[in-house]
């Protein structure tokens, strides 16, 4: 047999151009199990990127989200609602520090009050020219006044007087 310099040089020797053929081309099935390796990644690559760009789009939704007029104008209804709430609270909390102190004064005025004062069995009286008499010392025997009571009022007049001292007053 002889040999040629390409014998000796080639990678692989085939005994037939046929097997020649056959050696160099490769077979059909490892061409498909190829094809069906570049599919699964192509596959598995397009999964992927569709898994990040999802994730990408529910990330800039909610950005937009909180980024939207209709977003702000509810977190500021939100807090408004909220400043009422607490307007209405301290409101409520002056308005009944007013109130309890109205009924503090109003029991004062209404202890000062002349007719409660007749309505407890007390009279006023007053000299002819309208002063309220205060002390046996604003009148004299003789002297006449007018005694008021809770529901009219009459003329007196003065027919004794007598002045006590303070230990009298106590007893």
């Known amino acids: ?19 020649a053929a056959e050696l160099a081309v490769p077979e059909q099935a490892e061409y498909k199990a190829a094809i069906t390796a570049f599919e699964a990644a192509m596959n598995s690559s397009m999964v992927n990127l569709l898994r990040e760009k999802r994730s990408l789009l529910n ?20 807090q408004v609602d909220w400043l009422i709430s607490r307007m209405d609270k301290a409101m409520r909390s002056i308005l009944d520090g007013r109130q309890s102190q109205l009924s503090v004064v109003s029991a004062t005025l209404e202890t000062m009050n002349p007719v409660a004062t007749l309505a407890r069995g007390y ?31 009459f003329g007196a007049k003065v027919i004794e007087e ?3 001292t303070k230990d009298k007053l106590r007893k």
């Open 123 to 153: 009279a006023i009286l007053r000299k002819v020219d309208g002063h309220i008499i205060h002390s046996i010392n604003d009148v004299v025997k003789g002297d006449l006044f007018s005694v008021q009571v809770l529901d009219g009022r």
């Open 1 to 19: 047999t002889d040999f040629t310099i390409a014998d000796f040089v080639a990678d692989l020797r085939a005994p037939t151009p046929s097997s």
């Open 59 to 78: 990330g800039l939704t909610r950005n937009l989200k909180l980024l939207s007029p209709r977003a702000a104008l509810d977190n500021n209804r939100q």
């Open 162 to 164: 007598e002045q006590w």
